[in-house]
């Protein structure tokens, strides 16, 4: 089974804190993604990694930023964490093959809470 | 700007009924769409997918519809069971891997 594993369930931090989630998966997986959860507003990209050390921006970076140093571990990065960050946060990953359209394994998501 | 649409927040449904799930797109590029499933507490699970090719695929009690000229795909969940009871999202792609995702609907089943 695929298993996809974020550091935390909960994070209570505050404004202007640096805020790390980790994300780990173990099907070797070359794509990762980065997602935030809101209300009325559905699954929303922030980042994701086809390969070590790249990334690309999705439809919402700002705020944000990524690490992929190994192919396992995408890491996503809240340099000056605000309130408007107040999210669940979900990590996924996929295989890139070639003309396939491949299914996103989720991780179970993170709650992240900025006062 | 949302390029996938799920009109409905929420849906009630009584055990054993149909349960019909609606999403509609904007971006004509899409090629390939996916429901997921998620429960409280836990990430999103793939469900059924449909790609563009295709009017229907069946996958036990989900069905999925694709109606390419109304931009428009519904799922089918025939019958009804209490497990059923969650957060239902349509997801859209115009390439291998990188999804659009609808802001969900949720499902009640009521027994």
């Known amino acids: 089974d695929v298993k996809v594993t974020q550091s935390s369930r909960y994070l209570v931090k505050r404004t202007g804190e640096k805020v790390f989630l980790e994300c780990v998966q173990d099907?070797?997986?070359?794509?990762m993604f980065w997602y935030r959860q809101d209300p009325g507003l559905g699954l929303r990209l922030i980042y994701f990694s086809y390969d070590v050390k790249m990334k690309e921006k999705g439809d919402i970076p700002e705020g944000y930023s990524v690490s992929r140093e190994k192919k396992e571990r995408f890491s996503l990065i809240l340099e000056s964490a605000s309130t408007n960050q107040t999210s669940m946060y979900l990590c996924?990953?996929?295989?890139?093959?070639?003309?396939?359209?491949?299914?996103?394994?989720f991780g179970p998501g993170t709650r992240l809470t900025v006062l | 700007d949302q390029q996938v649409k799920q009109n409905s927040p929420s849906l009630s449904v009584q055990e054993g009924r149909i349960s019909i799930l609606n999403c509609d797109y904007t971006?004509?590029?899409?090629?390939?769409f996916l429901w997921y499933k998620k429960y409280p507490a836990e990430g999103p699970t793939f469900l059924i997918s449909?790609?563009?090719?295709?009017d229907k695929n069946e996958d036990g009690r989900f069905t999925v519809f694709l109606n390419k000229s109304a931009k428009h795909l519904s799922l089918h969940i025939v019958p009804s069971q209490p497990g059923d009871s969650a957060v239902y999202f349509c997801a859209a792609s115009e390439n291998d891997y990188k999804l659009s995702f609808g802001a969900g609907t949720t499902v009640t089943v009521r027994a």
């Open positions: 099907m070797d997986h070359e794509n």
């Open positions: 449909i790609s563009s090719i295709k």
């Open positions: 996924a990953s996929s295989f890139k093959l070639a003309g396939a359209h491949n299914e996103q394994f």
């Open positions: 971006n004509s590029m899409f090629d390939y």
